[in-house]
C-alpha cells in the first residue's frame, strides 16, 4: 500500500507540471497584460512597473517566464506576486482554499446524505410511486444548469429574506460570539452548499440506484432471501455494502465536480473562495493568482482520487494495491 501510495504521488507531479505549462501558455496566448496596461495609469510609478516587469521575466517569452516561475516554486517555494493585490499569492491561495474546501464540503454532505439513501429507496421501491418521483426529480436535476439554479435561489432569499444573498458572514461578524458566528457561517453556508450539492445529486442517486439493484440480483443476495432473513437485514447488511464500492471510487471525481461547481457558485453568492479569486484575477489579468488556483485546485482532485481509491480498498478486502 505504502509503495502504492508513492508511485501515484510520483505519477501526479508530470501531471500537475503539464497541467501548469498548458495553464501558463494559455494566459500568454490571452491578448494584453496587467503590467502593461498599467503603464497607462499615471497613478502607478512606472519604476515599480519597470521592477515588476525585471524580476517576473515579463520581457522575456513566455518559456523562460515559465521556466523562472517553476525554479522560485522549487527554489524559494515562491508562487508568484499578485499585481492587482500586491500580497504574495501564495497566502491568498491559503485564504481562498479554506473557504472553498469548506464549501465543498457542505456541498459533499448535501450529495452523498441524500443520494444514498434516496438511490436505497428508489431501488428498493423499483417501479412504484418513490421510483418513479425520484427519477423524476433526478431528471428535473439533471436538466437544470446550477447557474440557473443558483440564481433561482438567490432570488428566493432576496424575497424572502430567510438567507443572505451575499458574503460569508455578517458585517458585524467579529463583534458576534463563538456560537454566534457558527450558527452565522452555516446561515450564510446553506444555499451556496444547497446549490453545490444539488450538482452531482441527481446522477449520483441514479448511479446508486442502479448499483443496489445489480448486486440485489447476485445468487447470494438470493440465497439470504431464502434462508428467511428480513428484507431490511438483507439489503442493508448483504446488499448494501458491495453496492457502495462503485459509489466509493465515484468519490474522486464528485469532488472535481463540486469544485468545479463552486467556481460558479461561489461568483453567485460572493462566497471568498478560489473560485471567485480565480474569476476576479482573470479579469485583472494577474496571471500568477490564476497559475497559483488552477494548481491548487488540480491538486485537490489528484488527491481526491487518491483517497478515494485507498478507501475503496478499506471497504472492499479483496482489492490489494500492490
Not at 512597473?49 to 520581457?59: E, P
Not at 478507501?311 to 479483496?318: N, T
Amino acid at each position: 500500500m505504502r509503495t502504492y501510495v508513492l508511485r501515484r504521488l510520483l505519477q501526479a507531479f508530470p501531471l500537475l507540471l503539464g497541467i501548469s505549462a498548458v495553464t501558463f501558455l494559455l494566459l500568454k496566448l490571452a491578448p494584453g497584460d496587467f503590467v502593461t496596461a498599467r503603464y497607462s495609469d499615471p497613478t502607478v510609478s512606472k519604476a515599480m512597473l519597470d521592477q515588476l516587469v525585471r524580476n517576473f521575466g515579463l520581457d522575456k517569452p513566455w518559456y523562460v517566464q515559465y521556466l523562472l516561475y517553476l525554479r522560485n516554486i522549487f527554489l524559494h517555494f515562491d508562487f508568484g506576486y499578485s499585481f492587482a493585490e500586491r500580497r504574495p499569492v501564495f497566502h491568498m491561495v491559503l485564504d481562498g482554499l479554506g473557504n472553498t474546501l469548506m464549501l465543498a464540503t457542505a456541498g459533499a454532505l448535501v450529495t452523498w446524505g441524500l443520494a444514498i439513501p434516496l438511490g436505497v429507496i428508489a431501488a428498493v421501491r423499483q417501479h412504484g410511486w418513490p421510483d418513479r418521483l425520484l427519477s423524476l426529480g433526478a431528471f428535473v436535476g439533471l436538466s437544470i444548469p446550477e447557474v440557473l439554479s443558483g440564481l433561482l435561489l438567490l432570488y428566493l432569499a432576496a424575497q424572502t429574506r430567510w438567507f443572505p444573498v451575499g458574503s460569508m458572514h455578517d458585517r458585524d461578524f467579529e463583534d458576534f460570539g463563538a456560537f454566534h458566528r457558527f450558527m452565522d457561517l452555516l446561515w450564510h453556508l446553506a444555499l451556496p452548499a444547497l446549490v453545490v450539492g444539488l450538482v452531482p445529486l441527481a446522477g449520483r442517486m441514479r448511479q446508486m440506484r442502479g448499483s443496489l439493484l445489480d448486486v440485489m440480483r447476485l445468487d447470494y443476495v438470493t440465497t439470504a432471501r431464502a434462508k428467511g432473513l428480513d428484507e431490511n437485514v438483507v439489503i442493508g447488511r448483504h446488499a448494501l455494502r458491495n453496492a457502495m464500492n462503485p459509489m466509493i471510487t465515484l468519490f474522486g471525481f464528485t469532488l472535481g465536480s463540486l469544485l468545479s461547481g463552486s467556481v460558479v457558485v461561489e461568483s453567485i453568492f460572493a462566497w471568498p473562495g478560489l473560485g471567485s479569486l480565480t474569476i476576479d484575477a482573470l479579469i485583472a489579468k494577474d496571471q500568477f493568482v490564476v497559475l497559483g488556483t488552477v494548481l491548487m485546485a488540480s491538486t485537490l482532485i489528484v488527491l481526491g482520487n487518491l483517497v478515494a481509491d485507498l478507501l475503496l480498498a478499506v471497504a472492499d478486502p479483496r482489492i490489494t494495491y500492490g
